[in-house]
T-cell receptor
Framework: ETGVTQSPTHLIKTRGQQVTLRCSSQSGHNTVSWYQQALGQGPQFIFQ???????GRGNFPPRFSGLQFPNYSSELNVNALELDDSALYLC????????????????FGAGSRLTVL | GQNIDQPTEMTATEGAIVQINCTYQ??????LFWYQQHAGEAPTFLSYNVLDGLEEKGRFSSFLSRSKGYSYLLLKELQMKDSASYLC??????????FGGGTRLMVKP
């Protein structure tokens, strides 16, 4: 089975620009979540998509938005980039959401490293 | 709110045992995860605890006490390849993970 793949792996943008990051979920997974990981810190939850709808959001402003497509792949869009947006953006996929038992482990991709100048 | 604390850095010797602690205060609890992350790579799943007690998986074990808001990851027979960051994360009812800052473990010969 294929894992979670993300693109691009690295990119550089300038302040005020917009960026789109892409994620293909692991085969059989229908839930995608996005995390931001600043250098030397743990990942922070941005939002989660299940069946093409956002069903959870962390403490991020509206300029962070996303989409999930019928094949469960996903995009993260960030508008009006700021210097503090420089980070590793991790996508994770899993099966199902909420109210379940068992581990339901999140499988992470290797991330997209964004540098904002 | 959620608050998860773990030491920033630890150093241990090859072949030794190391214990990485994690304390948490959360508004909802639906399991605790440990992930390993090598520099520049994806976090990879190590262990999961939802009930109190010890879960053992090869050289790695993880312990949970829900009443104390406490977990630890125990690594035995340390190898150089175990040098990595170890992330403690608590899951809420919606499968959303709140991570601690990570513990960078350096294994020395």
């Amino acid at each position: 089975e294929t894992g979670v793949t993300q693109s691009p792996t690295h990119l550089i943008k300038t302040r005020g620009q917009q960026v789109t990051l892409r994620c293909s979920s692991q085969s059989g997974h229908n839930t995608v979540s996005w995390y931001q990981q600043a250098l030397g810190q743990g990942p922070q939850f941005i939002f989660q998509y299940y069946r093409e709808e956002e069903n959870g959001r962390g403490n991020f402003p509206p300029r962070f938005s996303g989409l999930q497509f019928p094949n469960y792949s996903s995009e993260l869009n960030v508008n009006a980039l700021e210097l503090d947006d420089s980070a590793l953006y991790l996508c994770a996929s899993s099966t199902g959401t909420g109210g379940y038992s068992g581990a339901n482990v999140l499988t992470f991709g290797a991330g997209s490293r964004l540098t904002v100048l | 709110g959620q608050n998860i604390d773990q030491p920033t850095e630890m150093t241990a010797t090859e072949g030794a045992i190391v214990q990485i602690n994690c304390t948490y205060q959360t508004s909802g609890f639906n399991g605790l995860f440990w992930y390993q992350q090598h520099a520049g790579e994806a976090p990879t799943f190590l262990s999961y605890n939802v009930l109190d007690g010890l879960e053992e998986k090869g050289r790695f074990s993880s312990f949970l006490s829900r009443s104390k808001g406490y977990s630890y990851l125990l690594l035995k027979e340390l190898q150089m390849k175990d040098s990595a960051s170890y992330l403690c994360a608590v899951r809420n009812a919606g499968n959303m993970l709140t991570f601690g800052g990570g513990t960078r473990l350096m294994v020395k010969p």
